[in-house]
């Protein structure tokens, strides 16, 4: 068994969105390898909340069963957040079909969500130890599929556009050039977590001790680094600075951007061209980066911002994360 769908642009330009089909009702979901619930848009929130949302009805599937007494209560590390019921019924990503998979229905959710038109919910992807379902942890969709798909894993091939594909089962080769480079992941963080002790600006490598581990997070749009790597690399950067009203580095957006790479364990250096660095505009001539700092938290989070410029493999089985240019 395999799956694909196609995920598109959010209007946010922030998140990359693919349709999932559950219960026969078809909604719009983050695939999130940074949390491990699977949360949607339900028919209990008010009318106010759901808003343009497509919100998931329990009584309009046949297949829906409610798990009772159980329930989620989430909360990103950006402050947004969910809580609500949970159940289960029959989900389909691409073709790969779980048919008891754990569902979590929002009966309240932050206002972040809200005004985020776009996205219905979200399809975590980290490692089920880290779902939030009270009293009993539920598996996630990857969990649930794997040992029905052709192969372990899953890919993320995003793109510079907020389009791309995930794909449950295979390993598509005329999604990447080059090798595919395989790295241990720490699991027992619950994230797809790995080493990261270099880094290197315009071509000049240099190495790190103190690097806290890495993680590949697609439900994250930008790449956030140790506060050295960050500050080294913008003072690179000319007309760079710390602009507090907007949370983070911005520049002039006709700088010549170095080049950047991270190190993805021991074996790849994660390239993002000096053309690929900015986020997005802030005002007609200044920019906002893609590279901004963790504010000295224990994990750096590889986001969408360094993902979208490689093809990334997570290998459930032996935890492993392949990275290959393309
Ligand atoms: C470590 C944090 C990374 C961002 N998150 C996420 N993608 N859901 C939350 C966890």
């Known amino acids: 068994e395999t799956g694909e769908v196609a995920a598109t642009p959010a209007d946010n330009g922030a998140e990359y969105l693919s349709p999932v089909t559950i219960g026969g009702q078809k909604l719009n979901l983050n695939f999130d390898t940074g949390s ?64 008891r998979q754990a569902i979590e229905l929002a009966t309240s959710v932050s206002s972040a969500f809200v005004s985020d038109a776009d996205s219905d919910g979200l399809v975590g ?41 995930y794909e449950f089962g295979t390993i598509d080769s005329s999604k990447f050039t080059g090798d595919l480079e395989f790295t241990p992941v720490n699991a027992a963080s619950g994230f797809w977590q790995f080493d990261s002790s270099c880094y ?17 997070d697609t439900g994250t749009s930008l790449l956030l680094l140790d506060p050295e790597v960050v500050q080294a690399y913008y003072s690179q950067v000319p007309s760079a600075n710390y602009d507090s009203t907007v949370g983070g580095y911005t520049y002039d957006c006709s700088e ?3 080049d950047f790479a991270v190190a993805v364990g021991d074996n ?11 986020f997005s505009p802030v005002d007609s001539k200044t920019c906002f980066g893609g590279i901004q700092s963790n504010s000295g938290s224990d994990v750096q989070i590889f986001g969408d911002a360094l993902l979208k410029h490689h093809f990334v493999v997570f290998h459930g089985e032996s935890n492993l994360l392949g990275m290959a240019a393309k």
């Open 36 to 99: 491990s619930d699977l949360w949607v848009f339900s028919t209990a929130l008010t009318s106010a909340e759901i808003g343009q949302h497509s919100a998931f009805n329990p009584s309009k599937s046949s297949t829906y069963k409610e798990l009772d007494g159980y329930s989620f209560s989430l909360s990103y590390g950006d402050g947004s957040g969910a809580a609500g019921v949970v159940g289960t019924d029959t989900v389909d990503i691409g073709g790969a079909t779980v048919t």
């Open 125 to 165: 992807l980290a490692f089920s130890t880290l779902n939030s379902v009270s009293p009993t942890p539920q598996k996630t969709f990857f969990d649930n599929i794997m040992s029905e798909l052709a192969q372990p894993v899953f890919t993320a091939s995003l793109d510079l556009d907020g389009s791309g594909t």
């Open 200 to 216: 290197s600006i315009g071509g000049k490598t240099y190495n790190r001790t103190n690097a806290t581990p890495a993680i590949a």
């Open 256 to 258: 010549n951007l170095p």
């Open 268 to 278: 790849y250096m994660a390239n993002i061209p000096g053309s690929g660095i900015t």
